[in-house]
């Protein structure tokens, strides 16, 4: 065990479970009792079965389909194929993400069902419905497919090649857009003049989301009042409801979403997917719900992935270390299909990150989209800002060892200095000590003592490595958001927000907001969220949007509520002109003796009870909030096997004011997880040839388990931003984000000695086991014990 130097210094602060704003969630208590209300908890009487017969081929023309055989199989009430949608009126999926004009955004028709040509494994072709899985599932082995074989072009940089093969007539040479912001001619200036120029070429892999529960939906139609219900374990309700009613081509009024408890999204559920407009079709024409729930292999092959963009980075120098210009050019692969939110993470959403925490003049990117045989691509955890972090950290790294400069002090002396600051890229960052952060990691992780603990590592044969990375994220998502307060008549508060949870402790946090305002009991409140019937409007999740958008929504909803109860309120207190005050729950005449007449908002409620009083809230300001901070990592190769042990990280960070320091601190570590993933095991591989997807099981894809994690610490200290009333920054994306490039930085700061100066992700055993090989790096024999941690592949 490390030994870390105690926190005595002024800017440290207090562990969050120590902190008495870190009330545990609500919501927990359900959930170790086995009572979440998850989507296969839905009873399923009366409910159709659905399943999806799926393309075996990464590219295929679909010359015929035989349903004949499955469609007498008993329990069977329906075989739909793409030709069948078309015939009732269906439309394609639609893209929600929007680009410039000049941006030259092809979006080809994804159907729900394929029609001519299936185009990655795992593409939708047919729709079994009956009575059971079971003959469901019969059936689905009785249809028939002939398919007639295309090349296929996997990966953005083969499909992009001169030559490769077609995907679509309507994005010539698989062309999906490109992107192209920042001033080029700049950077260009800046390049010629600079005394250093550092470039890298970087693979962002593709990764899955990998949610506990998979996907699914339930699909309803009420005949009588013309309606459809969709029940889905997903995210983004309100966004969901306007892509189904595209595709089904009705309004949007007309369809009702509704989420219960999510086991996990991470983006991946914010989006549309085929099924979800499948089973609202087949509920028309079959007059019963339908439940359809995907298997791990068809989230693997069906749900959108992550990341999976090849970049070009350089950065311009002069002669005293400061940074001139930083340019990325970058490769992004869609997938087959443009996804509601494709385009975003690798345009759009990185822009204002690009650059990080550096004071860099002039910044430029160059984007260019590419459509492959593979599963579509979507936003995950950070949606571009890990991508654009990871850039720039990689290369201030690759910048210090060239130049033969501490990397920390590269990085101290070109961090942004002073608040107000507007970025190269047009971002305002309106608060936030870099400099400050910086060196409290450094401090906290006991820097000064690496030399000791790498010495003690050699002497056991190993290399250790120390990484720091400093991140910038941006957070809103959607610009605006909503909420309702409703005082009901049993004296309980609801209210209604038009953001969402997957796990992130809403009913905690929101009604500590709540509670706060009003000086009432959690106890008090009712929690509603992802249910288009009674949360009329809202941006859903994602952007780590939810506290600073939909927490102000929620506040100046509380109160216009208590706005009108006060209104309510005066007649019975005979305040006449009297000004009322509000605390503690109850209302009184400003002013009054003690003992006067007061009036609480629960004996209000029932002296109103048919007339319930509602507060609504729209927090129409679209400023980005940008959370910041430093990590440092250490690891461990065994030079003999390869394995990279992460033996300490640590995370300070700046989220602004928090309302939940517990809640926070806990959604940087499952952030921290799921980044560290990423550099160490996580990928999706294609067959480079047919496209045949290699890595569709929990048996091919690794996943960081306990044993390969260290405790991960978490610290915090930064301002309050002025750009919302709360005070917030956003938190949910902060781990995944900086974890990249700082366990990356690590392991190849243990490498740098052999003269290896980069790694692209994952930095797997054979990868690192490779390098040291080919760097001449000594090799021991094995020791008699195994030194691979339990869950690494």
């Not at 060892?401 to 047009?426: F, S, Y």
């Amino acid at each position: 065990m490390d030994r870390r130097r105690e926190r005595s210094e002024a800017d440290a602060v207090a562990s969050p479970a120590d902190d008495p704003r870190s009330l545990r969630r609500r919501e927990d208590a359900r959930f170790l009792r086995g009572e979440g209300h998850f989507l296969d908890d839905i009873p399923a009487d009366g409910q159709l079965v659905g399943v999806v017969l799926r393309s075996p081929h990464a590219h295929a023309d679909i010359l015929s389909i035989d349903a004949s055989e499955a469609l007498v199989t008993p329990g069977v009430r329906a075989v739909l194929t793409g030709r069948d949608l078309v015939a009732d009126g269906l439309r394609p999926l639609p893209c929600s993400a929007a680009l410039a004009p000049g941006d030259g955004f092809v979006v080809p028709p994804r159907w729900p069902l394929c029609c001519d040509r299936v185009r990655h494994v795992g593409d939708p072709v047919a729709f079994v419905v009956a009575e059971d899985r079971a003959a469901a599932l019969d059936a689905l082995e009785r249809i028939e497919v002939s398919y007639a074989e295309r090349d296929a072009a996997v990966g953005a940089r083969a499909a992009l090649a001169p030559g490769a093969p077609a995907l679509w007539d309507e994005a010539p040479g698989n062309l999906a857009f490109h992107f192209r912001r920042g001033d080029a001619d700049a950077v260009a200036r800046a390049m010629r003049s600079a005394a250093h120029i550092v470039s890298l070429d970087l693979v962002n892999s593709r990764v899955a989301a990998a949610a506990l529960e998979p996907r699914g939906a339930i699909g309803s139609w009420d005949a009588e009042a013309g309606r459809w219900r969709l029940e889905l374990s997903g995210a983004s309700v309100h966004q969901i409801r306007r892509e189904m009613a595209q595709t089904l081509g009705v309004a949007p009024e007309l369809i009702d979403v509704v989420c219960h408890d999510v086991g996990g999204g991470f983006g991946m559920k914010n989006v549309s997917y085929p099924e979800y407009a499948l089973t609202l079709w087949a509920a028309r024409r079959l007059g019963a719900p339908v439940r359809w729930i995907a298997e791990r292999v068809e989230d693997f092959t069906g749900g959108a992935h992550g990341r999976d963009n090849l970049t070009t980075a350089r950065l311009a120098l002069d002669e005293d270390g400061r940074f001139l210009a930083f340019s990325v050019e970058t490769l992004a692969d869609l997938g087959a299909y443009a996804s509601s939110l494709g385009p975003g993470p690798a345009t759009t959403a990185a822009l204002p990150a690009m650059g990080g925490l550096y004071d860099i003049p002039a910044v430029a990117m160059d984007v260019r989209g590419a459509y492959t045989n593979s599963a579509p691509v979507d936003a995950y955890r950070g949606a571009g800002k890990p991508e654009a972090n990871y850039a720039i950290e990689r290369l201030v790294d690759i910048a210090a060892r060239r130049l033969g400069r501490d990397p920390a002090e590269l990085r101290r002396r070109n961090l942004i200095r002073a608040t107000p600051h507007v970025t190269a890229m047009g971002a305002r960052l309106d608060s936030g000590d870099f400099a400050g952060a910086l060196d409290a990691a450094l401090a906290a992780a006991d820097r000064d003592g690496f030399p000791a603990r790498r010495e003690a590592a050699a002497r056991r044969g190993l290399l250790r490595g120390l990484g720091v990375a400093c991140f910038l994220e941006t957070s809103r998502g959607p610009p605006g958001e909503e909420a309702w307060a409703r005082l009901l008549p049993d004296g309980s508060i609801e209210l209604a927000v038009g953001t969402q949870s997957n796990g992130q402790g809403h009913e905690t946090s929101f009604v500590q907001l709540a509670a706060s305002r009003l000086g009432l009991p959690m106890e008090a409140f009712r929690y509603v969220q992802a249910d288009t019937s009674r949360v009329p409007r809202g941006g859903g999740h994602g952007g780590a949007r939810s506290l600073h958008m939909g927490g102000t929504a929620l506040l100046l909803a509380v109160d216009d509520l208590l706005d009108k109860a006060g209104a309510a309120a005066a007649p019975l207190l005979q305040a006449g002109g009297d000004k009322l005050a509000f605390e503690g729950g109850t209302f009184h005449r400003e002013g009054a003796p003690a003992g006067a007449a007061s009036l609480t908002l629960a004996a209000l409620a029932r002296a109103l009870p048919d007339a319930a009083l509602e507060g609504h809230g729209a927090h129409a300001i679209d400023l980005y909030t940008f959370p910041s901070g430093c990590h440092v990592a250490e690891v461990e190769i065994d030079p003999a096997t390869g394995v990279a042990n992460l033996v300490s990280y640590l995370a300070v960070d700046d989220f602004g004011a928090m309302v939940n320091p517990l809640l926070t601190e806990g959604q940087v570590q499952g952030g921290l997880a799921q980044g560290i993933g990423q550099a160490l095991m996580e990928q999706i591989v294609y067959e480079p040839d047919s496209g045949q997807a290699l890595t569709a099981t929990w048996m091919d894809y690794a996943m960081p388990r306990a044993a390969d994690l260290p405790r991960l610490e978490v610290r915090f200290r930064g301002a309050p931003t002025a750009s919302n009333p709360i005070g917030a920054k956003g938190a949910g994306q902060a781990g995944a984000i900086a974890a990249t490039p700082t366990v990356i930085n690590a392991i190849v700061d243990a490498l740098a000695p052999l003269g290896v100066l980069h790694v692209d992700m994952p930095a797997t055993p054979e990868k690192l086991w490779r390098a040291i090989r080919d760097a001449g790096g000594v090799q021991r024999p094995p020791r008699s014990r195994p030194t691979t941690p339990v869950g690494k592949k």
